[in-house]
C-alpha cells in the first residue's frame, strides 16, 4: 500500500519518477506526488486521485531536476485530499519525504514534536517522520532553523556554513528509525543536498535498483524494470543514500554493508499492456501459463524434494492466507483433506493471530501470499516462528519479506501481477499447492488421481474458448443489479467465494456466496423473481443436490446462470455458460477463468477501472 519511488541520474529526474511510479499505481491511487530539487529549492507537486492527474499537470513542463523522490497514496492517516498527499515537507521546509507503511506510535511523537514549536498541516504520521527527522538534524546544528529562510541555498553552503554532510543527515535518519515503531519505508530528499536521496526501511519493502550513472530506489522491482538490471532488496533496519554513481547501506549499528545485488528475470513486456485494454484482462489470459510455468519451475528446480520429508512424520497442517490467496487455501484444505485424510486447520491471517492458534514445534504452516507483503499474513508468520513451527510459503513477488522469514519458500511463477484484482497469481497458487499435494502424498505412500500433467492439461481446455463473447448477454443482465449471490457445493462452493469476490471488487455490485445447501437455512429470503443467482456445478457427487437447490431458486422465480460442463442443464437454467469437463478434483483449473471473465466484462459494462477499484491496493501492508 502506497508505493514510492526516488531517481537520481544524468536524465531528467520528474518523468523518471513519474515512469517508475506508473508501475507502482496498484499500490494506491488516491493522490500522486513528486518532490524534486531544481538547483536552489525543493519543489513539491501533488494531486488528489490517480497518477494520469500529476502527469497531465506536469506534461508540458520540462523540470531540468536530475534528482527526485514520488509517491502514489493508499490513504491510511487523513482523507485522501492534497493536504494528506506525499511528499510531505517538514515545518522548516528543509526537506521532504515519501513514505509508505504506517508509523504506529505517530501521535505521541507528533505531542513531543508540538511540545517543541512543531506545527502540522496535515493528519499524516510521514509529516511527522519528516518533522522528527528536520528535528534532529537541528539538535546537530541549531542554526539550521533559519535555514527555510535562506534563498538559492546549494549543497555547498549546507555544507559549508551549516557543517551538514552525508553522515550528519544519516545519524539524524538513525535517531528517527530508532523512535519510530511501526512499518516504514522512506525515501527524503534534502533541500540544498540535491544531489543524494536518503532512505530508511523496515517491514515495507524497498529495493535499490543500479544504474550507469543513475541510481533508482522503488517500493518493488517491476517499477524498475526497463531502467535497471541489477537490483537489491533493502533489509529491515537498513538505512543509507544514493547519488548518481555511488549507493551506501548501512546496518542499525550504522556499520557499511557490502552488497550483494541480484538480476532480476523480468521481461519488460511483462508489466505493459500490449495489445490489452487492461491489466486484469491481460492477466485472466495468462491464466494458464502462469499455471505451466509453475510446475515447470518446480519440477527443475527440484523446490518441493528441498523440503526434509521428516517434518511429515508426525505433524499437525495449518494454512494461513488473506483475499484471494485465502480462496486457494480453502481448496488445498479441501483436496488435502479428501486425498490424503490429513486433517488442515484453515485462517484468515487477521483472525488466526488473534485466536491464539494451536500451533507448537511440530505444526507445519503453509502461508499463501502473491506479494509476500502482507501485513496481516507476515505476522501470522512471525507467531508461527515464534513457536518454532515450520513454515512454507507460496509467494510470487521473488525477494519479498515473506521469503525471508520462512524456511522454505514454494515459488509461484505467474509473473508480475498488475491487476489489483488477483486472479493468475491465484491460478498459480493452485498450481504450486497441487504440486506440493502430490510430493505429499508421495511421501505418505498415497496414490492421488492427479499429476503435474494433469493439471496443465485442464488448464488448456479453455484456451481457445472466448467466454467473453459467451457472458455478452449475461453481463448486460446483470450489471445493473444491486445484488448477485453465488452459490455451490464442495470445491463449487470455494469457487463460488472467489467468482463472488472478483465480481463485487471490480464490479462495485453486492455479491454473496454461499453453500448450495445452506440457502434454506436463512438466504433464500433474500431471492425474489428475477435476482440472479451463479450456480456452480462441475462435482458429479454433488451434482442431484444442487440441482434440487436451482430448482428451488427457479421456483421462486430466481434467474440461474449456470456454470457447468453438463449440457443437460441447459434447459433448466435461465442460461448456461458450458465450461469444459474434466476430473472433478480438477475443476477450478477450468472453472475459474470464466468467473474471472464475468467480472472482468462486468466491470467495464459499469464504467469501472478494473485494475484500479475503489478503495482497494493490492499490496496490504497495514493490519
Ligand atoms: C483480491 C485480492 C486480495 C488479495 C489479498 C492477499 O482480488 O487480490 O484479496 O488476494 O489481499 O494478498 P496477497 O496474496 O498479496 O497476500
Same mark, same amino acid.
Given at each position: ?16 519518477a513519474l ?14 506526488g ?14 488528489v ?8 499537470h ?18 491510511t ?32 511523537l507528533?505531542?513531543? #514534536?508540538?511540545?517543541?514549536?512543531? !506545527? &502540522? @498541516? %496535515?493528519?499524516? /504520521?510521514? +509529516?511527522?517522520?519528516?518533522n522528527?527527522?528536520?528535528?534532529y538534524?537541528i ?15 546549494m549543497?555547498n ?66 517499477? #524498475?524494470?526497463?531502467?535497471?538490471? !541489477? &537490483? @537489491? %532488496?533493502?533489509? /529491515?533496519? +537498513? ?12 546496518d542499525?549499528?550504522?556499520k ?34 502462469s ?20 517434518i ?14 485465502l ?13 490424503? !485424510?490429513?486433517?488442515?486447520?484453515? /485462517? ?11 500451533i ?39 525477494g ?15 509473473g ?98 454461499m ?23 462441475t ?31 441447459r ?53
Open positions: 500500500m502506497c508505493g514510492i519511488v526516488g531517481y537520481i541520474g544524468d536524465r531528467l529526474a520528474v518523468p523518471n515512469n517508475c511510479l506508473k508501475a507502482l499505481e496498484y499500490r494506491g491511487y488516491d493522490s500522486a513528486v518532490a524534486y530539487a531544481d538547483g536552489t529549492e525543493l519543489k513539491i507537486c501533488k494531486m486521485g490517480k497518477l494520469e492527474n500529476l502527469t497531465s506536469l506534461k508540458n513542463k520540462i523540470i531540468p531536476s536530475s534528482c527526485a523522490i514520488g509517491h502514489t497514496r493508499w490513504a492517516h487523513g482523507e485522501p485530499n492534497k493536504q494528506n498527499a506525499h511528499p510531505h515537507a517538514d515545518y522548516y521546509k528543509m526537506l521532504a519525504v515519501v513514505h509508505n507503511g504506517i508509523i504506529e506510535n505517530y501521535l505521541e507528533k505531542n513531543e #514534536l508540538e511540545k517543541k514549536g512543531y !506545527k &502540522f @498541516y %496535515s493528519a499524516t /504520521d510521514t +509529516e511527522v517522520f519528516a522528527l527527522l528536520s528535528f538534524l539538535e546537530q546544528n541549531p542554526l539550521l532553523k533559519g535555514y527555510y529562510a535562506v534563498r538559492n541555498t549543497h553552503t549546507l555544507h559549508s556554513t551549516y557543517k551538514i554532510d552525508e553522515k550528519c543527515i544519516i545519524k539524524a535518519l538513525h535517531s528517527v528509525v530508532l523512535k519510530c515503531k511501526g512499518s516504514f519505508a522512506v525515501a527524503v530528499l534534502m533541500r540544498g543536498y540535491d544531489d543524494v536521496i536518503f532512505f530508511a526501511k523496515n517491514k515495507s519493502p524497498l529495493i535499490i535498483g543500479k544504474g550507469e550513472n543513475e541510481n533508482f530506489i522503488a517500493s518493488d522491482t517491476p517499477a #524498475l524494470i526497463g531502467c535497471c538490471k !541489477k &537490483f @537489491y %532488496s533493502i533489509k /529491515d533496519g +537498513e538505512i543509507g543514500y544514493i547519488t548518481k554513481d555511488r549507493i551506501a547501506v548501512f542499525e549499528n550504522l557499511v554493508l557490502k552488497l550483494n545485488f541480484k538480476t532480476v528475470n523480468i521481461r519488460p513486456e511483462q508489466v505493459i499492456l500490449g495489445n490489452y485494454s487492461h491489466f486484469m484482462e491481460k492477466e485472466i489470459e495468462q491464466g494458464a501459463d499455471v505451466t510455468e509453475t510446475i515447470n519451475r518446480i519440477e527443475q528446480m527440484k523446490i518441493l524434494e528441498r523440503i526434509s520429508p521428516k511429515f512424520d508426525n505433524f499437525d497442517l495449518h494454512i494461513t492466507a488473506c483475499g484471494t490467496a480462496h486457494a487455501g480453502l481448496i488445498a484444505k479441501c483436496v488435502i483433506e479428501d486425498k490424503l !485424510k490429513i486433517p488442515v486447520d484453515l /485462517d484468515y491471517a487477521s483472525e488466526f493471530r488473534y485466536k491464539k492458534p494451536l507448537s514445534s511440530k505444526s507445519i504452516c503453509l502461508f499463501i501470499s502473491q506479494s509476500g507483503e502482507t501485513a496481516d499474513t507476515l505476522s501470522c508468520v512471525e507467531l508461527s516462528n515464534s513457536v518454532g513451527a515450520t513454515t512454507i510459503a507460496f509467494t510470487n513477488v521473488a519479498s519479506r515473506m521469503e525471508s522469514l520462512v524456511d522454505y519458500i514454494i515459488p509461484t511463477s505467474a508480475p501481477e498488475i491487476a489489483v484484482a488477483s486472479t493468475k497469481a491465484y491460478m498459480a497458487q493452485l498450481a504450486a499447492i497441487y504440486q506440493f499435494i502430490e510430493y505429499l502424498a508421495k511421501i505418505k505412500g498415497i496414490t492421488i488421481e492427479f499429476s503435474s500433467d494433469s493439471v496443465k492439461n485442464a488448464v488448456l481446455k479453455n484456451k481457445y474458448i472466448n467466454y467473453y463473447k459467451e457472458l455478452e448477454d449475461v453481463v448486460q443482465e446483470i450489471k445493473d443489479e444491486e445484488s448477485v449471490y453465488f452459490i455451490g457445493r464442495g470445491i463449487d462452493y470455494l469457487l463460488s467465494l472467489e467468482g463472488a469476490l472478483k465480481l463485487k471488487e471490480v464490479s462495485y455490485i453486492h455479491c454473496e456466496a453453500p448450495a445447501g445452506e440457502l434454506k437455512h436463512g438466504s433464500l429470503a433474500l431471492v425474489r423473481k428475477d435476482c440472479f443467482v451463479i450456480a456452480i456445478l462435482q458429479k457427487e454433488l451434482y442431484d443436490k444442487t440441482l434440487n437447490n436451482i430448482y428451488e431458486l427457479n421456483s421462486r422465480g430466481a434467474k440461474v446462470i449456470l456454470f457447468s460442463p453438463f449440457k443437460e442443464l434447459n433448466i437454467v435461465y442460461k448456461q455458460i458450458l465450461i469444459p469437463e474434466t476430473e472433478p478434483v480438477l475443476s477450478p483449473f477450468v472453472a475459474m477463468k470464466p468467473l474471472q471473465c464475468l467480472a472482468y466484462a462486468t466491470a467495464i459494462a459499469r464504467g469501472n477501472d478494473p485494475d484500479k477499484p475503489r478503495n482497494l491496493a493490492k499490496s496490504v501492508t497495514v493490519e
